[in-house]
């Protein structure tokens, strides 16, 4: 396992007695369970950032990340969502747990290489007209 | 005609065109079926790893060691043909995994809750739960082979439910039957949408 030097306060260490027992879908992660940003909608669209422009959203020009090396799963999570995929279909997919696959993601969002498409507001406010969509679509079936 | 609120999310092309339906109800009563009699695909199975929070809930004494359980979703998807994606999701038949229904219902369009009139009072937690959220839901009386028929009228009564609440018999089994199912829902949260919709009620 590598040192994370970065990680300021915990050192070298990737878990604490807080943290509780450490379980195995979590040792993915190293042992993290949150991701500090936004969470992860169940239904939000993922999408692979093309490699050859990644966003640099909020990083100022000329810093360079520090080196990074992806786990497996973020790689295999980066292969699906070429084509955008929901975070539950995500988590299914890899067939990990929810929580394990909103850290991976966070990883990949912290890093720019993948794009976040929320659900639009009209889940909490539908208008009319997405409603009735949603019933010529059902229909239609 | 109303526009959709975005001053608080991101731009509209940032948005996916995405919404759920969650189809609750007890154990056995046809969920799953549900899901898989609309989805375009296979219904899958999502799962969250219950920790620390679930010590002293679970009873695990009978798995030497064992300290983590899962919660599963089994979940559906379809796509509409102007691009919408509906996502069809069966709420953990568990009661207790409330936390798992918080995350579910959060953004909802609204829930279908699924009677089996031999065991009427497994609905009771759900029909509890989606009052106590606001969140709109119709009733579907699933009828099994060999079940006492009970009519709407009775089940609504049994129930104590609001006339604006509809109370249908289905048979999730068939397709057209799910499909009348989910149709009846998203007409009933038209109902409900336009009774609220009342500008000054809406905070971010």
């Known amino acids: 396992m590598t040192p994370s030097p970065e990680n300021g306060s915990g050192g070298t260490a990737w878990y ?3 943290a509780g027992p450490v379980v195995r879908p979590y040792a993915l992660t190293g042992g993290r369970t949150h991701y500090d940003g936004d969470t992860f909608d169940l239904v939000a669209l993922i999408v692979t950032v093309d490699a050859a422009e990644p ?32 975070v539950v ?36 406010f539908p208008s009319e007209r997405v409603l009735k969509e949603v019933i010529d679509g059902i229909r239609a079936l | 005609m109303e526009s959709v609120r975005s001053d608080a999310g991101p731009p509209r092309g940032d948005s996916a065109l995405t919404v759920k339906i969650l189809v609750a109800g007890g154990f056995g009563v046809g969920k799953t079926t549900l899901v898989s009699a609309v989805s375009e695909i296979r219904p899958l199975r999502t799962e969250e790893a219950l920790t620390e929070k679930s010590i002293g809930i679970d009873d695990t004494s009978a798995v030497a060691q064992k300290t983590t359980t899962t919660v599963a979703m089994d979940f559906g998807r379809i796509t509409l043909p102007n691009g919408l994606v509906l996502f069809v999701f069966g709420t953990p038949g568990q009661d207790r995994f409330w936390f798992m229904w918080d995350e579910l219902a959060k953004g909802a369009l609204g829930a279908v809750v699924l009677v089996d009139t031999r065991r009427l009072a497994d609905c009771f937690p759900s029909v509890d739960y989606f009052e106590r959220r606001g969140v709109p839901f119709i009733i579907g009386v699933n009828h099994f082979d060999g079940a006492g028929q009970h009519s709407p009228t009775q089940v609504r009564d049994a129930l104590d439910l609001p006339a604006e609440i509809p109370v249908i018999n289905c048979d999730v089994r068939d397709r057209e039957s799910a499909k009348h199912v989910l149709i009846t829902l998203v007409e009933h949260i038209m109902r409900t949408m336009s009774g609220r919709r009342d500008p000054g009620a809406l905070t971010h």
């Open chain 1, 89 to 124: 279909e995500i988590a299914s997919e890899l067939e990990l747990p929810l929580g394990v696959v909103r850290v991976l993601l966070g990883d990949l969002l912290d890093h720019s290489l993948i794009q976040v498409r929320r659900p639009a507001p009209v889940a909490q």
């Open chain 1, 55 to 86: 966003e640099d959203e909020g990083r100022p020009p000329g810093t360079t990340a520090p080196p990074w090396v992806p786990e497996p799963e973020h790689e295999m999570i980066l292969e699906l969502c070429r084509t955008s995929l929901s």
């Open chain 1, 16 to 18: 604490d007695d807080a």
